[in-house]
């Protein structure tokens, strides 16, 4: 196993509360939203424990942005009534999104929320249940990948694993493939690398998918299985973690055929030469970001195609 040694792209001050999102946004800017009240993310019930989609008293956020180390947005969002866990931008405003969501006589909860950048809700969307990813693109689309309490529950928008809807919530792609593909039971990995591109990775089989302008273009049969995060560029991609080795990185050869082989599995350290073992991990366009104790990491393909070539 090789080693790729990567420094922090932004230190910061620790923060009051509790982080609850570290999202890349479609600029490559760095979002993170801290919760400022206790955390209230779970209901007991007869001896068995729930996800709630809203905390008994309204929640205080402070979402923060970073880009190039220089700082976009500090802001803090009062009497907020769900549990929010991502953040995305929404062309000149936010999107705060609670994962999860509950139907009650066929309404939903309204668990994506539009707000200013001065802290005004703008909007209240439906946005579907058990939500393991939020990409936004430059052009206002909002891309959400499931997980499977979503793709095998009740509600309709989470049933494919994998949409893209307009701002307003409204469903403009929905992940239908044909044989050989088998649909989304969980989507482990999404990255939206451009207004028109977007690339998935998912259970059961794990296969690699590339869309564009909303169509599948290419497959690949990957030997990573459990990441939960990836980066790709032209016939390259570069896994973070999975079932076998959770803090590794795997660089691809994204071949001709319907396979892809491994070029390099390497060991990450953090800029003191110690091991990195990041807490977070996303995955936009080329560039997988690392979260780490108040500090961000950036790797990106050309990064592990050096290292493998050294």
């Known amino acids: 196993m090789k080693t790729l040694q990567l420094w922090p792209i932004l230190s910061l001050e620790p923060s009051e509360g509790e982080?609850?999102?570290?999202?890349?946004?479609?600029?490559?800017?760095?979002?993170?939203?801290?919760?400022?009240?206790?955390?209230?993310?779970?209901?007991?019930?007869?001896?068995?424990?729930?996800?709630?989609?809203?905390?008994?008293?309204?929640?205080?956020?402070?979402?923060?942005?970073?880009?190039?180390?220089?700082?976009?947005?500090?802001?803090?969002?009062?009497?907020?009534?769900?549990?929010?866990?991502?953040?995305?931008?929404?062309?000149?405003?936010?999107?705060?999104?609670?994962?999860?969501?509950?139907?009650?006589?066929?309404?939903?909860?309204?668990?994506?929320?539009?707000?200013?950048?001065?802290?005004?809700?703008?909007?209240?969307?439906?946005?579907?249940?058990?939500?393991?990813?939020?990409?936004?693109?430059?052009r206002g689309e909002i891309w959400l990948g499931y997980f499977d309490e979503g793709v095998f529950g009740d509600h309709p928008l989470s049933a494919h694993g994998l949409v893209a809807c307009d701002r307003q919530g409204t469903p403009v792609f929905r992940y239908q493939p044909d044989a050989p593909l088998d649909t989304i039971a969980d989507c482990y990995a999404l990255n939206v690398a451009s207004h028109n591109e977007a690339w998935t990775c998912y259970y059961t089989d794990f296969p690699l998918v590339q869309l564009r302008d909303h169509r599948i273009v290419r497959h690949w049969s990957v030997p990573v299985y459990g990441a939960h995060a990836f980066a790709v560029y032209r016939d390259r991609a570069l896994f973070a973690g999975g079932y076998d080795a959770r803090h590794a990185c795997t660089l691809l050869r994204l071949d001709d055929g319907p396979g892809a082989s491994v070029m390099a599995t390497f060991k990450l350290l953090d800029e003191h030469g110690e091991p990195l073992q990041a807490q977070l991990v996303r995955g936009r366009g080329d560039t997988l970001y690392l979260y780490r104790d108040d500090r961000v990491y950036a790797c990106d393909i050309h990064q592990a195609i050096s290292a493998f070539s050294n």
């Open 19 to 138: 982080l609850v999102a570290f999202d890349i946004g479609p600029d490559r800017a760095v979002y993170l939203l801290h919760a400022l009240k206790p955390l209230d993310y779970r209901r007991e019930e007869k001896n068995a424990s729930f996800a709630k989609a809203r905390p008994a008293t309204p929640q205080r956020y402070r979402a923060q942005a970073w880009l190039d180390g220089a700082q976009l947005l500090d802001l803090c969002i009062d009497n907020e009534p769900y549990n929010v866990h991502a953040l995305q931008p929404l062309g000149d405003d936010l999107l705060l999104v609670c994962a999860r969501s509950t139907s009650r006589g066929g309404d939903s909860d309204l668990n994506g929320r539009v707000y200013s950048r001065d802290g005004r809700l703008l909007d209240e969307i439906a946005l579907g249940d058990a939500i393991e990813h939020v990409q936004t693109t430059a």
